[in-house]
Nanobody
Framework: QVQLVESGGGLVQPGGSLRLSCAAS????????MAWYRQAPGKQRELVAT???????NYKDSVRGRFTISRDGTRNAVYLQMNSLKPEDTAVYYC???????????WGKGTLVTVSS
């Protein structure tokens, strides 16, 4: 059984930075695409950034230039460096992985990011 486990969330002031991490544990599986989603209170879950197995990243317009997604293929891990954080970035951030062999979608349980003074 594969589990994705996020870490790195917390409380940060506007303009600050956080680095989220997500690592896979359990049954060894590789991922074609890994991504970060977020869900703010009262809103739908939305895609923040994706990264392919080749390292190509894409971003939601509102975070482009402030967030950087990266991955470590050997560890099946994905990271999200978040800079210049704004209150509207406050949300639970979820890790996503698309299994390259089984085609299954895997989700983490989320980590809370709160941007507030």
């Amino acid at each position: 059984q594969v589990q994705l486990v996020e870490s790195g969330g917390g409380l940060v002031q506007p303009g600050g930075s956080l680095r989220l991490s997500c690592a896979a544990s359990g049954t060894i599986v590789s991922f074609n695409v890994m991504a970060w989603y977020r869900q703010a209170p009262g809103k739908q879950r939305e895609l923040v950034a994706t990264i392919t197995s080749g390292g190509s990243g894409n971003y939601k317009d509102s975070v482009r230039g402030r967030f950087t997604i990266s991955r470590d293929g050997t560890r099946n891990a994905v990271y999200l460096q978040m800079n210049s954080l704004k209150p509207e970035d406050t949300a639970v951030y979820y890790c996503y992985g698309l299994g390259s062999r089984d085609g299954m979608i895997y989700w983490g349980k989320g980590t809370l990011v709160t941007v507030s003074s």
